[in-house]
């Protein structure tokens, strides 16, 4: 298998554990892994894949690094303070949808002193062409990284996250995560397909792309990168987006809820919550049963928590 560059960013492995009462509340064995304790602001999945991703910026030479998101993007934050350890320059593009203000990851940025430039529209292909013309502009090569770092590079973090997982001893019959941009969740099927073949992977849908296309693309691109065959499933998604992406749901709401009032860990409502909700609710159908052990991958995201005007109460 072909190995990849990699700068050290994150502190992995990343804490595993039981999580006994809300086990207790749904009737099976539910485990959390906490990539959002890796070390970087207020953690989170897009570290992971940032080590491959800056590495190949750093090893073509670039000193420019530009990504894109919506206006709480915890990629985009995550992007910046990780390229600026690594005395990278970093510029954010982002899209002028949701909270602009200085709220939530807006707060991180602006803590960073990273510059944030918003573009009105709905088309990424806008936005990468703005990134071209701000490169131009400023007479420097730009290293882009997609939304989410959602590319067959990036996809590898996850693939590591599995590694790390498998390594840990504890069988899982479920593994569950977000799917917002397809990578995480590309690599997290790619990598028990690799790592753990007897685990089923759901992924919670937060967004309304094709994923099931996007995902399964991601997978084969970062197969062949790797030089590995495996087989490509097609994946368990389920439908999680609640009212849109990024904006609260009430089944997200009851979770983030149950999270925090029985373990105290704190989720979000754009990724975590939903993702969470998509496991409650398939254990109180029945599809966990109570000798299971079902592992929730906690992929960040608390600060757009406080970008929300609204009251799970």
């Known amino acids: 298998m072909k190995e990849f560059e990699k700068q050290s960013l994150g502190i992995f492995p990343t804490p595993l554990h039981r999580l006994p009462n809300i086990s207790r509340e749904l009737g099976t064995n539910v485990w959390i892994k906490r990539d959002d304790l890796c070390g970087v602001a207020l953690g989170g999945n897009k570290v992971r894949k940032l080590e491959y991703l800056l590495a190949d910026a ?9 990504t894109t998101g919506q206006a ?29 203000s200085c709220r939530g990851n807006q707060i991180l940025n602006k803590l960073m002193g990273v510059e944030v430039r918003f573009v009105d529209t709905d088309s990424y292909d806008d936005i990468y062409e703005e990134m071209d013309r701000i490169g131009q502009e400023l007479g420097r090569k730009v290293y882009k990284i997609p939304c989410g770092g959602s590319n067959a590079l990036g996809t590898l973090g996850y693939v590591d996250c599995m590694k790390e997982i498998a390594e840990f001893g504890q069988h899982f ?48 691109e970062a197969a062949d990168l790797m030089g590995v065959k495996v087989p490509i499933p097609v994946p368990d998604l389920v439908e999680m987006w609640g009212p849109g992406y990024s904006i609260p749901s009430e089944e997200g709401n009851e979770a983030i809820s149950m999270m925090m009032r029985l373990e105290g860990i704190v ?47």
């Open 58 to 66: 750093k090893k073509q030479g670039y000193d420019l690094v530009m």
């Open 72 to 100: 709480q993007s915890n990629h985009a934050m995550l992007t910046a303070a990780c390229a600026l350890r690594l005395g990278l320059d970093c510029i954010l593009v982002l899209k002028k949808r949701g909270v602009t």
């Open 173 to 220: 019959d479920h593994i569950v995560c977000a799917c917002g941009s397809g990578g995480t969740a590309a690599g997290t099927v790619l990598g028990a397909q690799m790592y753990l073949p007897d685990t089923h992977v759901m992924c919670s849908m937060v967004d309304n792309d094709p994923f099931d296309v996007i995902v399964p693309q991601l997978m084969k």
């Open 267 to 313: 989720l979000d409502t754009c990724y975590t919550g939903k993702a969470f909700a998509g496991l409650i609710k398939r254990a109180r159908e029945g599809s966990y049963g109570p000798d299971d052990h079902v592992l929730f991958v906690h992929t960040g995201g608390a600060a757009g928590l406080f970008a929300q005007d609204w009251n799970l109460l």
